[in-house]
Every structure is written in structure tokens, then in C-alpha cells.
T-cell receptor, first 112, second 115 residues
Framework: GQQLNQSPQSMFIQEGEDVSMNCTSS?????WLWYKQDPGEGPVLLIA?????ELTSNGRLTAQFGITRKDSFLNISASIPSDVGIYFC????????????FGDGTTLTVKP | EAGVTQFPSHSVIEKGQTVTLRCDPI?????LYWYRRVMGKEIKFLLH????????ESGMPNNRFLAERTGGTYSTLKVQPAELEDSGVYFC?????????????FGNGTRLTVT
């Protein structure tokens, strides 16, 4: 089946630093999603991307849908302690379908 | 509105026993999904209900897993008999569906440990 390679697996950064993580796939997706999971909770959608080349921001978060439709990245600027968590990328073939293929996650630790 | 709720939050059982996980989706959401994350790996799709019907169960690992959604409201996922490799976090998610901006809403998951 389809697989997403998400990197890095983990990151340890200082508060105030910028963060970048990405996802690549061997096959095309038509929708890319980025989720964050806080400890003990379920993933929460951060950003949804529906069009190749699309660049979308949500506060300090910026994500892009790669032009080849096989990759996406997420940037977090000026990190703060509450950014700690696991970030997952996910791809979908249809924007209306909830069946997603997820990456392994990037665990982010922010040191105050 | 109340979010997706899952019960129990944790379950520890012995190999060979049976466990039933429950999910209550957001009221009015026709689409209900089960996902699983095993040992820090990716979150993997198990199956998808539209109302009470199974739309896609291609991710179910084997016939030890049985999912039901009687009446199109809450859903249960039964594992019988449980094996060690079934350990992981089982997530349920729901969505209204049919709309592009109808994202998945995940529950907090059930952490299953099979010893």
C-alpha cells in the first residue's frame, strides 16, 4: 500500500527557534493534511492542503503542498513550549474521503 | 458540542482474552472511522462506516477484529482472541462527510495492552 516517509523522527529545539518537517510519498496524493497530537489526546487537524503548489498559513504554522503532489512540508516559526507534541502528515486521494494514509509522526520537544 | 468519545481510555488484557472498544461519534456525523497506531509507527486506517454500513474495511488486520455500528450511532470494535501484536492505541474519528471542509475529528484513543 501507499506509505509516507516523514522526517525527522524527532526534534529537540530551543524556544523561539523555527522548525521544519516534511513528508514524502512514492505515489500521488490529492490532499495533504497536517495534524498535531498532544499527550493523551487524539490528533487535531492543523492545516489542510487541496491543490498542488498551495501554500497555507495558520498563525505561526505554514504548510505547502508539493508541486509533484508527492510531498509536503510544515514549518513552525518562533516555537513556544506548547508546540510540544507529535506532528503527523497524512495524504488522501479524495478531499471528501476520510481514509487517510499517515506518516510515522515527528515528535517535537521545545526547551524553554 | 461534545467531541468524539472513546471508552475505555486504557485496557490491559491477557493474550487470548476478548476486549471491546467503544466509540461515540459527534452527533450527526454519518462517517465513523477506526484507526490504530502500533508501537510509535504510523496511524493506520482500519475501517470506515457510513451510518450503519461498512463502506471500507480494507484495513482490518484479520478476522479476530469485528466492528459494528448498529443503528448508525456509536460503534464497537471487538478483538477476539487478542494477540500480543494487537497492542497499540485505537483511535476513532468522525466527520460529516460530503463536504470538502469536513475534517476528521478524532477521539482521545483507547490504549490497548495485551500481555
Amino acid at each position: 500500500g501507499q506509505q509516507l516517509n516523514q522526517s525527522p523522527q524527532s526534534m529537540f529545539i530551543q524556544e523561539g527557534e523555527d522548525v521544519s518537517m516534511n513528508c514524502t510519498s512514492s505515489s500521488i496524493f490529492n490532499t495533504w493534511l497536517w495534524y498535531k497530537q498532544d499527550p493523551g489526546e487524539g490528533p487535531v487537524l492543523l492545516i489542510a492542503l487541496y491543490k498542488a503548489g498551495e501554500l497555507t498559513s495558520n498563525g505561526r504554522l505554514t504548510a505547502q503542498f508539493g508541486i509533484t503532489r508527492k510531498d509536503s512540508f510544515l514549518n513552525i516559526s518562533a516555537s513556544i513550549p506548547s508546540d510540544v507534541g507529535i506532528y503527523f502528515c497524512a495524504g488522501q486521494l479524495s478531499p471528501n474521503a476520510g481514509k487517510s494514509t499517515f506518516g510515522d509522526g515527528t515528535t517535537l520537544t521545545v526547551k524553554p | 458540542e461534545a467531541g468524539v468519545t472513546q471508552f475505555p481510555s486504557h485496557s490491559v488484557i491477557e493474550k487470548g482474552q476478548t476486549v471491546t472498544l467503544r466509540c461515540d461519534p459527534i452527533s450527526g456525523h454519518d462517517n465513523l472511522y477506526w484507526y490504530r497506531r502500533v508501537m510509535g509507527k504510523e496511524i493506520k486506517f482500519l475501517l470506515h462506516f457510513v451510518k450503519e454500513s461498512k463502506q471500507d474495511e480494507s484495513g482490518m488486520p484479520n478476522n479476530r477484529f469485528l466492528a459494528e455500528r448498529t443503528g448508525g450511532t456509536y460503534s464497537t470494535l471487538k478483538v477476539q482472541p487478542a494477540e500480543l501484536e494487537d497492542s497499540g492505541v485505537y483511535f476513532c474519528a468522525s466527520s460529516q462527510g460530503g463536504l470538502r471542509d469536513s475534517p476528521l475529528h478524532f477521539g482521545n484513543g483507547t490504549r490497548l495492552t495485551v500481555t
